[in-house]
């Protein structure tokens, strides 16, 4: 796991609790920031699990290199 996944899961998880939060005390405003947080964290997430694909492609094909 990366920067961008875990910082990405923790906001998924913060959004969800602030929303959460929001529908118990009817407050639009803050479901709404929280729906927002778990969308940039979705996100952050993709980015980190892009970057994973990438780093496992890339060594993937060093060790398809090394064999004879």
Known sequence: MNKE????S?????????EA????LDN?????KGLQKQIV???EKAIG???E?????TDAVKHASKRP
């Open 5 to 8: 996944q875990i910082k990405g």
């Open 10 to 18: 923790a906001k998924d998880l913060t959004g969800k609790v602030q």
């Open 21 to 24: 939060a929001g529908k118990a």
């Open 28 to 32: 639009k405003e803050m479901q709404a």
């Open 41 to 43: 964290g979705n996100a």
């Open 49 to 51: 699990n892009a970057k």
């Open 53 to 57: 694909g990438v780093k496992d492609l």
